[in-house]
């Protein structure tokens, strides 16, 4: 291990709030059981508790944690550990991580050996098809918590519903969606309407 990076134990000890990092593994192991479709589904749940009720960040930390999280490559639960390095540092990242990562990943995994020793089932079928709009409603909520929340004026809160239009009825590719956006954006800000 690098000097550099070699904390003792005892001013590691004295830093944390073992009671918040335990409040954040349950909290992220809560909303780890009901991300549906991803993590990003829960960004609602996710401001009202960190956001709103604890004021543990604010309002542009979570959302410059989604984006983080979400320009990263690799899983998009990663702004998870963005959002828990902020609160309570390294620690604070490895904690939510790991409460946002186990319970669903165990039930992914329950989930799966049932489903492939059940694939025939009109239950699995059943269960397949009704969390596809359990999905989509959970991330259009994620949408429009963090759009409003940024966007302060409303020619930015059109790119919601627009994009969610492109996606659903037109199968535009989400790459081209994110362009168009950005056009619009600047567009936008080119206008003053920003």
């Excluded at 991300?35 to 410059?64: D, K, T």
């Excluded at 918590?145 to 492109?166: Q, R, Y």
């Excluded at 659903?168 to 309407?193: E, F, Q, T």
Aim: hydrophobic letters at 55%.
């Amino acid at each position: 291990m690098s000097a550099s990076l070699a904390i003792p134990l005892e001013v590691l000890s004295q830093q944390k709030d073992w009671a918040l990092l335990l409040d954040l593994f349950i909290h992220f192991a809560g909303l780890s059981v009901m991300s549906v479709g991803g993590f990003i589904a829960v960004v609602p749940e996710m401001q009202r508790y960190l956001v709103v009720e604890q004021g543990l960040i604010n309002q542009s930390q979570l959302a410059a944690s989604i984006a983080i999280g979400q320009a990263a490559p690799g899983p998009n639960v990663q702004l998870v550990a963005v959002i828990g390095w902020q609160i309570a540092g390294p620690f604070g990242a490895a904690i939510t991580l790991l409460g946002a990562v186990a319970p669903s990943a165990t039930i992914a995994l329950w989930a799966n050996r049932i489903g492939m020793r059940h694939a025939q089932s009109p239950f699995i079928d059943t269960l397949r098809a009704g969390l596809a709009p359990l999905t989509v409603g959970l991330m259009g909520s994620a949408a429009w918590v963090v759009g409003s929340a940024e966007a302060k004026h409303w020619p930015l809160l059109l790119v919601i519903p627009v994009a969610f239009f492109l996606s659903w009825r037109k199968r535009l590719s989400p790459l081209m969606i994110v362009l168009l956006a950005g056009g619009y954006g600047a567009l936008a800000g080119g206008l003053g309407w920003l």
